[in-house]
């Protein structure tokens, strides 16, 4: 029986990868691998520097950083790397600073597009020796590819360097049937951007370092703007421009998966997503507080646009930095931009959207070419080479990741990014990886699961169903999904 489920679950998880339009952890409908990123990362990162060669062990209590640099930084050898950032999206710089500790060892990049197509040209390219070392996004991905062999398995190369998954990333969920094939390094962070010129208009004074949906809620009143004719002439608030960010009250209260209950059981009569969408409507069609997203869905707009054009006063996103001091595509940027965590739907919750989401997943391929190399650079690229993930609106996953480092990465240094951001605050904030997160790792179904959501949340969002006639829907077509699969 065991034997059985275990040949379901493959066929599945392939099936997934081929139809999946959102793997794991990723927003659906939605880009977070751009396909023409344009974001340039400085050729160094002074003051952020790996260390060089020789590490000693760790004080009680600090992190153990000292298998990350082979004793030998002169061994040679090539590493194909595969990801889905281009080299100006921070890899360039990222293989650079890594050259500058093994000058011996050439790192080749090849950035692929994170859809179905592509990942199934990673896998025959896996297939054929191509791939050295690949970053898989979602799960379901990186899953299938150890299931079937394309990874390496590298539990004894953990053990015999004394890695711990949860003391480095925070998480050890990832395993394939208890093997490490990967290290969750990459990830994803939720907050809400403020531009602080409206917020510091509406005297609502320091940013909070906690808050719920109902205070956000408040500070969006006094943030929005109505002319005299009633013309909306700024919305004090928005949600991301995906029709599924209100799913994420589930994870935010389980720390778990979003389409998934505790009970493994499909999440969508959970009676805080009938409150979060409830929520979401109220806010945009009712009390139009909320800039709408039937109107992100209809002009083909998205939510980092509606702020940097000064349209919404503040906004939940997950990468906005990246876009601020784009002053060629955003020439109106003129104000600081403040950052609040993602709110909480009550007081004293924990809040397990504050950190950083694992979402992308580096590890080795099964028929490498040359494993001391890889060995070298994958263990390098998933602690210090993952700062560089924010020049494409991604975060480090790494608890030694330094603070501080992502504005550097994206600004260039410290005062640049003061004509841009509250730094003091975006640290705090973004990218935070010793913060409360959550996981996704129930599979069952997941693209069929996941697929009920769209329609009956679109014909929610457009006013045709309430919330919980929407929810209705979901909750029927989900169950005869989950009892076929189960």
Not at 51 to 68: Q, V, Y
Not at 374 to 396: C, D
Request: net charge negative; hydrophobic share 40%.
């Amino acid at each position: 029986m065991r034997n059985m489920f275990k040949r379901v679950m493959a066929l599945l998880l392939a099936l997934a990868m081929v139809l999946s339009l959102a793997a794991c952890g990723e927003q659906v409908d939605e880009t977070d691998a751009p396909k023409n990123d344009t974001t340039e990362a400085p050729a160094s990162n002074d003051g952020t520097q790996a260390p060089s060669g020789e590490t000693e062990a760790p004080d009680d209590g600090a992190l153990d950083t000292s298998w990350i640099i082979e004793e030998d930084t002169s061994i040679s050898g090539k590493v194909n790397f595969w990801t889905a950032f281009k080299g100006s999206a921070g890899m360039d710089a990222m293989i650079a600073e890594f050259n500058e500790i093994y000058p011996n060892i050439e790192v080749v990049l090849t950035p692929y597009s994170n859809n179905s197509d592509g990942n199934l040209g990673v896998n025959t390219a896996l297939t054929s020796g191509e791939i050295d070392v690949l970053v898989s996004f979602g799960v379901s991905h990186l899953f299938n590819r150890a299931e079937t062999g394309l990874l390496m398995d590298i539990t004894d190369k953990c053990a015999e360097e004394g890695i711990d998954l949860v003391e480095q990333w925070n998480f050890d969920c990832y395993k394939y049937e208890d093997a490490i094939y990967s290290f969750p390094c990459g990830g994803l962070s939720y907050y809400v951007a403020i531009n602080m010129d409206m917020w510091n208009e509406a005297g609502l004074g320091e940013l909070p370092t906690e808050w719920t949906w109902d205070e956000y809620l408040e500070a969006c009143k006094a943030m929005h703007k109505v002319a005299a004719d009633g013309t909306i002439e700024v919305y004090g608030g928005s949600d991301y421009h995906s029709y599924n960010y209100w799913m994420y009250a589930n994870a935010q209260e389980y720390g778990g998966d979003v389409y998934y209950s505790p009970d493994g059981t499909p999440s969508y009569d959970e009676p805080l997503l009938l409150q979060a969408l409830e929520r979401k409507l109220k806010a945009e069609l009712e009390d139009e507080l909320w800039y709408p997203c039937y109107r992100y869905r209809a002009d083909n707009i998205q939510a980092q646009m509606t702020f940097c054009q000064g349209e919404v006063a503040s906004v939940v996103i997950p990468n906005v930095v990246r876009f601020l001091h784009d002053t060629e595509t955003y020439p109106d940027v003129d104000w600081i931009t403040g950052f609040a965590p993602y709110p909480t739907e009550y007081e004293g919750q924990e809040n397990h959207m504050a950190g950083v989401a694992p979402f992308s997943h580096a590890g080795m391929a099964a028929n490498c070419q040359d494993e001391d190399a890889a060995w070298a650079f994958l263990k390098w690229y998933s602690t210090y080479g993952v700062k560089y993930l924010v020049a494409a609106g991604h975060q480090p996953g790494w608890n030694g990741t330094e603070a501080g480092a992502a504005v550097e990465i994206i600004y260039g240094s410290v005062e640049e990014a003061e004509k841009w951001i509250d730094v003091e605050s975006y640290n705090r904030v973004v990218g935070n990886p010793n913060l409360p997160s959550y996981a996704e790792t129930n599979l069952l179904a997941y693209t069929e699961i996941t697929g009920v959501l769209k329609d009956p949340t679109m014909q929610a969002i457009n006013g045709e169903l309430t919330a919980k006639e929407a929810l209705d829907i979901m909750i029927k077509e989900a169950e005869a999904v989950y009892e076929a699969a189960k």
